[in-house]
């Protein structure tokens, strides 16, 4: 907890610097940026719904990193399910809620392909999961962009987006004037579900077992090639599972590359949140807080949303670092 | 086509080369990516504000120096996760770039620099691709002629045979994360200087594949060569391509990934099985 709090005093500390050597009105600019998000019930419940996303894509993250695979492919795979539920939506409307379920299911089964893939070849031939998954997620993001705006553009708008999903298929609202929607609570639901699998499950013991010693779980007759793949379908799944949330509940259709950063700012929080699924909530929020705060100090005052970035990185740097303050007792 | 191929491919081999030697000492650097962005801004502005490219270039090595070896401290000294610390930097780049232009420039587009003269170029290639091909024939003789060669290959192999023979691993490491930010940082300025304009993420993911090209050559700078050349002639046959036969242009911007991805795990493949036998 001491860990946390140090984290967080110290990325106000590096945004109070940014904000007096980059903004013309830094205590203007600075006020805005960590206040801004909790001045009202629409800022907060922006924040909660943007936090929405990552908590479901870290919750997937903290598994696959558990179980000892990385999924450096989340950005492909949310916009994957995004783009999958939207259209299926479209196409399924005369289904209604039963339509909704399965549009829903598709992009959660399709994402989770594309990323057992990747846990498919890792385990046949060893190839690194990190580099084909982060490579499938780059080619699938450009695939989309051509579906997005090619075929499947909406032709009554200059957005490159798809048609708009139908009314019945959208999440409802559930803090008005904000666009918060109750994803939200599956996003708690699975929290409390992916800490059941992770913790009280024999799968779960497997995951983390073969995660921290892959070799000693051979010996004890855990199958390795499950070990690899089953956590990297579970991610891709999750990843699926955000992209068409975001989709049903925040954009009601799949606009262009509205997957960027989520997929990294997923991993992040994962690895922030010591791959715990309890603590993945707290670290979204903080993310979520970031760059919502730099949205509102960008509206009110002359600064870049890139300055937020700045402060991740240096979250980043040091969230997996290991600090003893003893000294080195001399010899 | 040739003259376009090895344009594709001055800003890999140099990059692909400052790879090479984090493999080599045994460790894989994902920060090259940020680094080649970092290289690409710093080395204009500085440029265009000394009116000279050895010098600008020189002082975006030494800014891309300090954003590495804060990466360093924070691998070495504090145990940080390598992959981890490597996606900070590369948030790093891309922010503080955006930021700077931002301030500087108060714009986050296109920068243009006409007070540049064009860089000098000998058979259509800009000056750097030769340094880039020098660059690449000293690699073999710096691995396995020189002292620090060997020993940055035993401190890959093995780092604690380095230790416990009283050599020290640690400023050897820190040396290799020096050149790789210098590479790095001449890779970055290969895009820019060539156009005289920085363009937001102008590195568009080309650390990545520099890192792929190393691993499928077998982290070998001849290896490196091959492979290297192998992308950029996919990739300048696909621009082609794109003219000719009317594909759309994402198809075009995927192909490089989706033959790296191929070329990758039937590599793997290979080996895997050649390891069976």
């Known amino acids: 907890m001491k860990r946390q709090a140090l984290m967080i005093l110290f990325s106000l500390a590096l945004l109070l610097c940014l904000c007096l050597l980059f903004s013309p009105t830094p205590m203007k600019s600075f006020s805005s940026f960590v206040l801004g998000p909790f001045e009202s019930l629409y800022f907060l419940g922006n924040l909660l719904n943007s936090a929405t996303p990552l908590l479901i894509g870290s919750l997937g993250m903290c598994i696959s990193l558990q179980g000892g695979s990385f999924n450096l492919g989340g950005e492909g795979q949310i916009y994957l399910g995004g783009f999958l539920c939207a259209i299926l939506s479209i196409g399924l409307s005369s289904l209604g809620a039963f339509g909704a379920v399965l549009a829903v299911l598709i992009s959660i089964l399709a994402a989770a392909i594309v990323a057992g893939l990747s846990g498919l070849f890792k385990s046949l031939w060893k190839t690194s999961e990190l580099i084909s998954s982060y490579l499938i997620s780059n080619a699938l993001i450009l695939i989309v962009n051509y579906l997005v705006t090619g075929p499947f553009q909406d032709p009554s708008t200059n957005l490159f987006s798809t048609q708009k999903i139908p009314q019945a298929f959208r999440l409802s609202k559930i803090l008005l004037p904000s666009n918060l929607s109750s994803a939200l609570l599956i996003g708690l639901a699975l929290c409390l579900l992916s800490w059941l699998l992770l913790y009280k499950t024999k799968q779960g013991y497997e995951f983390r077992l073969y995660g921290s010693n892959p070799r000693f779980c051979q010996y004890g007759g855990i199958s390795p090639s499950f070990c690899q793949i089953a956590p990297m379908v579970i991610s891709g799944g999750f990843y699926g599972l955000a992209g068409s949330l975001s989709v049903l509940g925040t954009y009601y259709s799949c606009v262009k590359e509205f997957s960027s950063q989520m997929g990294f700012n997923a991993l992040a929080i994962a690895l922030i949140a010591r791959k715990h699924p309890f603590l993945a909530l707290p670290a979204s929020l903080f993310f979520a807080w970031l760059s919502s705060g730099s949205r509102i100090a960008m509206q009110r005052t002359d600064v870049t949303v890139e300055m937020a970035l700045i402060v991740q990185a240096a979250v980043f740097l040091l969230v997996t670092c290991t600090f003893s303050f003893k000294r080195k007792k001399s010899l | ?277």
């Open chain 2, 1 to 277: 086509m040739i003259a376009s191929i090895f344009t594709i491919m001055t800003p890999l081999l140099l990059s692909g080369l400052g790879a090479l030697f984090c493999e080599q000492a045994g460790f894989t650097n994902i920060a090259i990516e940020g680094l080649i962005l970092g290289g690409a801004f710093f080395s204009i502005i500085f440029s265009s504000l000394c009116n000279s490219y050895v010098l600008g270039v020189l002082l975006a090595m030494a800014a891309n120096i300090i954003i590495s070896l804060l990466m360093h401290m924070a691998v070495e000294r504090l145990k940080a996760n390598l992959y981890v610390a490597g996606l900070s930097i590369n948030l790093l780049s891309s922010g503080l770039t955006a930021t700077l232009s931002y301030a500087l420039f108060s714009t986050k587009g296109v920068l243009f620099f006409a007070n540049l003269k064009p860089i000098p170029a000998l058979f259509g290639q800009q000056a750097l691709f030769y340094i880039a091909l020098t660059l690449l024939a000293i690699t073999p003789i710096i691995l396995g002629r020189t002292v620090w060669g060997m020993r940055l290959r035993i401190c890959g192999k093995k780092r604690e045979a380095l230790d416990s023979i009283g050599l020290s691993s640690k400023s050897l490491i820190m040396e290799t994360y020096i050149i790789c930010a210098s590479l790095c940082t001449l890779a970055g300025a290969s895009l820019s200087l060539a156009t005289g304009s920085f363009v937001p993420n102008m590195s568009a993911s080309r650390g990545w594949i520099a890192l792929v090209l190393v691993l499928l050559g077998g982290s070998k700078p001849l290896g490196l060569l091959v492979s290297c050349l192998l992308y950029s002639f996919f990739e300048a046959l696909g621009n082609r391509l794109q003219g000719a036969l009317n594909v759309p242009s994402d198809f075009v911007l995927a192909l490089p990934y989706v033959i790296t991805l191929i070329t990758l795990i039937t590599y793997s493949a290979v080996k895997a099985r050649r390891n069976r036998f």
